[in-house]
């Protein structure tokens, strides 16, 4: 089954237990995989909507709740619910973020020499800090 029609940038898998979700994403798009649920097709198309700008994806991860983030081309963070529908935009930094990681209630993500630190925990976003790595 083809995942997209560009190159394929990444894979990540969710993190919440038993959740066998995994999402590929392309410089222009995400789809979400379901491989255990037989209620779903395989592959979602993940769907921006029109409360978020259209924007490059470089990078993608998962929490322990389930939840997808996304580091964007415009320094924001995409929130991607179980739905595959962005339902956030978080403006962390000013320019492309290149790397993301999602743990322990905590986002972290890398752009221009800095990591940028975001509080995650319950749906609630908060930035705490950007630590300087020049």
Known sequence: M????????????SKRA??????????KEV?????????????QKGVFGDKVPMANIACLDFDEEGWAY??????SIYVWADACKVVKQLKVHGDKITVIAATGGKILTGANGKVGIV?????????EKFVDLG
Not at 2 to 13: F, Y
């Open 2 to 13: 083809e995942s997209s029609k560009d190159a394929v940038l990444g894979v990540a898998w």
């Open 18 to 27: 038993n959740d066998l979700r995994f999402a590929t994403w392309s410089q």
């Open 31 to 43: 789809n979400f995989w379901h491989p255990a649920d037989v209620t779903k097709r395989l592959k």
């Open 70 to 75: 996304s580091g964007m081309e415009n320094g």
């Open 119 to 127: 509080t995650a925990a319950g749906g609630n976003f908060k930035l």
